[in-house]
């Protein structure tokens, strides 16, 4: 829907008659480069969160990570972001493209197979522009998930202070809690950077084809030619899957870390 606005009328459309050509495995296109996407990015960023923590701490002064607002919270997750990028543009890369092929086939596009492997993709890649292909599109990953991620972790600190009670902690807020708070996160996450991810998501994709103009030449040239409606294309999808990813996201990170603090205040 991101690359290719006008073929669908919308979400239930376009899930339809991706169902109709591919069946139910064409609704899983790319599950397996997504998950590791998720896995990779969440584990650079939530290992890379703790120790912007501790830098954003020293740099306004602060006695521990606790004293932090939740804007500096929001501050050490963009920070963050920069390192998670890293791992994520090449696996996001290989999912983009997987998900758009058989619009790239009706395009007339790229010559691959309707269905194709992870592997395979990363093989074209390697062959057609070397390693270095593997990360096309990654100055507009930095400019979504730098922005992207203040308001994540932004969303999510306020949220949590807006459910404590007075006199409480944000540690001792319960599951369900926990959950739509990261729900909101994710939400404040999209609703910020979707026009940003359109134009990412359209530079990995169309670059099957050939080599992309660079991300503010592809932002002026879809708002001159189809609007900004087109950067919005896929939003309500993308906002309905971030609320329950992204609180079942949160919950286990707090979890986790609330089980290991309590194993280190044990030894």
């Known amino acids: 829907m991101q690359t290719f606005p006008t073929m669908y009328r919308g979400f ?32 650079v960023l939530f290992a890379c969160y703790g120790f912007c923590q501790q830098l954003t701490r020293r740099l306004f002064g602060l006695e521990s990570v606790s004293k932090l607002s939740d804007l500096q919270n929001a501050t050490a997750g963009s920070i963050a972001s920069v390192f998670s990028s890293l791992v994520l543009c090449p696996t996001e890369l290989v999912k983009c493209r997987m998900q758009a092929l058989h619009e790239m086939k009706v395009a007339g596009k790229t010559s691959l197979a309707y269905r194709v492997s992870a592997w395979s993709i990363v093989r074209d ?44 902690s944000k540690d001792e807020l319960d599951a369900a809690l926990l959950v739509v708070s990261g729900g909101i996160g994710g939400a ?38 189809e609007g900004v409606t087109a950067l919005y294309c896929g939003l309500t999808p993308t906002v309905v899957r ?5 609180g079942a996201l949160f919950l286990a990170y707090e979890l986790t870390r609330r089980a290991l603090s309590d194993k280190v205040a044990a030894i």
């Open 242 to 246: 971030a609320f329950p990813s992204n």
């Open 12 to 43: 239930v459309d376009c899930s339809l008659r991706t169902y109709r050509q591919d069946g139910l495995h064409g609704l899983y296109q790319g599950t397996m480069p997504a998950l590791l996407a998720n896995v990779a990015e969440n584990a």
């Open 188 to 225: 404040f996450f999209w609703l910020a950077v979707y026009p940003i991810d359109s134009v990412k998501s359209r530079i990995q994709v169309l670059s099957m084809s050939g080599k992309q103009a660079g991300f503010l030449v592809s932002f002026i040239n879809i708002l001159r030619t």
């Open 125 to 168: 890649i390697m062959k057609t522009d070397g390693p270095q292909g593997l990360f096309q599109g990654l100055t507009s990953t930095w400019l979504r998930e730098v922005p992207g991620y203040f308001f994540f972790f932004g969303g999510y600190e306020i949220s949590r202070t807006f459910f404590t009670k007075p006199g409480m």
